[in-house]
């Protein structure tokens, strides 16, 4: 233990001084600073303007010509809707609509194809009713068919209701959108929503970042052949351990200072009653119970990785190589973080690849916080799927230590960890 | 105490790397583990060590398994290997730290060993700004700071200058003075032959030559002869059967074929009015033995 505890306080402070770890620290903590001050710096400017009091100062604002516009043709040569074009206009704001005809209509398809801010719609008549045709380059661009079909049924039920007798009031009562409100009684709730995808993509960055760092202090020892002058002092399995618990602790500590400086400057520079999206910022969703699971994920979602990745810088003869010796595991990495990244933004339910998600132990990190945080997740099935983990765990520590142990004095063409396993073995 | 190495084994695959080998090292003193490359020593060491687990037999410090748990000793490689971003005595305080020192102690020995091998004035600076030769020396302190009383000294001599050659020289004759067992591996064989008193000779994995070198040197008796005169012998050694080896600007070095063949020579100078300033009959050195034993066993 002592030996453990010796390999870790140096890599630990080595890795403290390292210019790529300060360099990547202040500018996170820059960012984040910067983030705070936007909604402050925005109200600011925008109080200027509506004082008046540096107007006159500015430049005119250039107004924009109807032929920069976005362009709509309507073409209903019938009239089949009145005054479609119109309704049109005012329901798509921004975009210049113009009356066409049906024998345009293909220069008008042959102008789409080329620019993606023009379209036409085009009415024509089926089984006695207006038939819209909306034309737009692709699915990309274009105009909302959406609001379109909403604008026009609308202005066409108001013109059979007139045609019907009734009066312009009563035609407005009938057509009126109903009042609505949404009440949601489960526990998703946008802040818990985004501070899930945050963690899992925190997560991700740092199972990379670190479980590179892992890899990397590994290699440069082995190649440097510091490792040869180690490991008559201590044993492969110690060093490993102090390492990826050295690599760790780093990263809890960035994280834990890139928190406790944004909960700082949140408190410092974010305006009273600031809200994201209509939703006011809180952190209601981090209480000691979420923090406890989340640190837990945090650690051992690390260590499954920094494992693989130690016995990736293990493995080679020369730094350059370092990379290609990583593929497979950051191909693991990367294919669990979409596998916990999709199966918690796409579904709250828990169908068959959501449970997969949650007990396979690379893709568990990455899906099981977010649930957390949402409320998505019982306790039995997360301690399930956490007990899945260690074990997954140790069994891998088991067999990485052993491959290490064989791999980090052999010099020369990079052998295949299963070989030097089964050699070992 | 004694080192005893007894019927080593190792392959890599079909390669065998070390084949049966078995010595002992009964005193403390220098014990030279020679070869050529590829022969095995770094693989032997490695096993010795118990960080490298042999195919069969056992290395033993007085009876027991050599294991980092059981014995204090120092290995420094072949490859220097130190943290070249760190500052010299940062990393020799871990070193020793790793050794089982606490932190004042390994600090007080690192400081020792720099004051001794004169680079005490870059303790503070970083290893890779220091000359090859001295991190050389931060190496070498890392293998000693913690006073190991078997020391593996792998190729130590190499980079350094005359200076810091005769520096190390009288570090070991110092260490050896002091008790410490040492096994020493290195390509210049007139070092080997200066500090070794038995000696391991390995080819391609297998044992050529062991035993006491001065007992080894004996079995081939006088074979060479040293001549320097202020005239040309070349005539007189031709007549006498003397092959030439070498010829240096001051003398001349013939291999002959036992004490009467020098005598000869000696007597056919003198004839000819001929007194050589120099007339040294010597053993083979173990540059020939070495070269000799590799040539024959291939």
């Known amino acids: ?425 | 105490m004694s080192l005893k190495v007894d019927n080593l084994c190792k392959a890599f695959g079909d390669k065998i790397a070390v084949d049966h080998l078995s010595f002992q090292m009964d005193q403390p003193g220098v014990f030279g583990l020679i070869g050529t490359n590829g022969a095995g020593k770094t693989t032997t060491i490695r096993m010795i060590l118990g960080i490298m687990r042999p195919d069969s037999g056992s290395a033993t410090w007085n009876g027991k398994t050599i294991s980092r748990d059981t014995l204090s000793f120092g290995y420094m490689p072949e490859e220097r290997g130190i943290y070249m971003k760190n500052k010299v005595i940062d990393q020799l305080i871990y070193f020793g730290r790793l050794r089982g020192m606490t932190k004042e102690a390994a600090s007080r020995s690192a400081l020792t060993y720099l004051e001794r091998l004169e680079v005490l004035e870059y303790k503070d600076m970083i290893a890779e700004k220091l000359s090859k030769g001295n991190q050389q020396k931060i190496q070498l302190i890392a293998t000693l700071i913690h006073e190991p009383e078997l020391i593996f000294l792998d190729e130590p001599f190499s980079g350094l200058d005359p200076v810091n050659t005769d520096l190390l020289s009288r570090l070991i004759r110092e260490l050896t003075a002091e008790g410490r067992y040492i096994v020493m591996n290195s390509h210049q064989m007139s070092t080997m032959e200066e500090y070794c008193r038995d000696l391991v000779l390995l080819h391609q994995g297998k044992t050529i030559l062991t035993g006491n070198l001065r007992q080894i040197k004996n079995s081939y008796g006088h074979t060479n002869l040293i001549v320097s005169a202020g005239q040309d012998v070349s005539g007189v050694a031709e007549s006498c059967g003397l092959t030439l080896l070498e010829k240096r600007a001051n003398e001349t070095e013939y291999k002959i074929r036992g004490d009467e063949m020098a005598n000869a020579f000696l007597r056919g100078l003198i004839e000819k009015g001929i007194y050589p300033t120099k007339f040294q009959i010597m053993e083979p050195s173990l540059n020939e033995i070495f070269i000799e034993k590799v040539g024959s066993s291939q």
């Open chain 1, 1 to 425: 233990m002592k030996q453990i505890m010796l390999v870790f306080g140096y890599t630990f402070r080595d890795a403290v001084k390292k210019k790529a770890f300060v360099i990547s620290t202040v500018i996170i903590l820059a960012l984040i600073l910067i983030l705070s001050m936007l909604p402050r710096g925005i109200e600011f400017f925008s109080q200027t303007d509506d004082d008046g009091t540096q107007s006159a100062e500015k430049p005119a604002e250039t107004q924009e010509s109807p032929d920069d516009l976005p362009r709509c043709y309507y073409i209903d040569e019938n009239g089949l809707i009145a005054d479609g074009s119109r309704v049109l206009s005012e329901v798509l704001g921004g975009v210049s609509v113009t009356e066409g005809t049906e024998g345009q209509l293909d220069a008008y398809r042959e102008e789409i194809r080329k620019d993606g801010d023009v379209s036409a719609v085009w009415i024509t008549e089926q089984d006695g009713r207006p038939y819209l045709h909306v034309i737009c380059k692709d699915f990309m661009s274009g105009i909302s068919s959406g609001d379109v079909t909403d604008a026009l049924s609308n202005a066409c039920l108001r013109q059979e209701l007139a045609k019907q007798g009734l009066d312009e009031k009563a035609i407005t009562a009938v057509t009126a959108p109903l009042n609505m409100e949404v009440e949601a009684v489960g526990e998703l709730d946008l802040t818990g929503y985004v501070l899930g995808i945050i963690f899992t993509m925190l997560m991700f960055f740092a199972i990379y970042y670190y479980g590179y760092g892992v890899a990397m202090s590994v290699a440069t020892e082995k190649t440097s052949r510091v490792m040869e002058t180690l490991v008559v002092s201590a044993k492969p399995s110690r060093i490993l351990l102090g390492k990826c618990l050295a690599m760790g602790a780093l990263g809890l500590l960035q994280f834990a200072g890139v928190i406790l400086f944004s909960v700082i400057c949140a408190g410092l520079f974010l305006p009273e009653g600031f809200t994201i999206m209509g939703a006011e910022l809180s952190l209601s969703a981090l209480t000691p119970y979420t923090v406890l699971f989340l640190l837990a994920y945090f650690v051992l979602g690390y260590s499954l990785f920094a494992m693989l990745n130690a016995v990736c810088g293990a493995s080679v003869s020369k730094v350059e190589d370092l990379n290609s010796a990583m593929m497979p595991v950051s191909v693991i990495a990367v294919l669990s973080f979409y596998l916990g990244y999709f199966t918690t933004i796409t579904s709250s339910e828990n169908g068959m690849l959501q449970k997969i998600a949650m007990y396979l132990p690379f893709s568990s990190p990455f899906m099981v916080p977010s649930r957390l945080l949402n409320g998505g997740i019982g306790t039995k099935e997360m301690l399930i799927s956490l007990g899945i983990l260690l074990v997954s765990i140790v069994l891998l520590a088991l067999i990485s230590i052993r491959i290490y142990s064989a791999s980090v004095l052999h010099y020369g063409k990079r052998q295949n960890p299963l070989k030097i396993y089964q050699r070992n073995s």
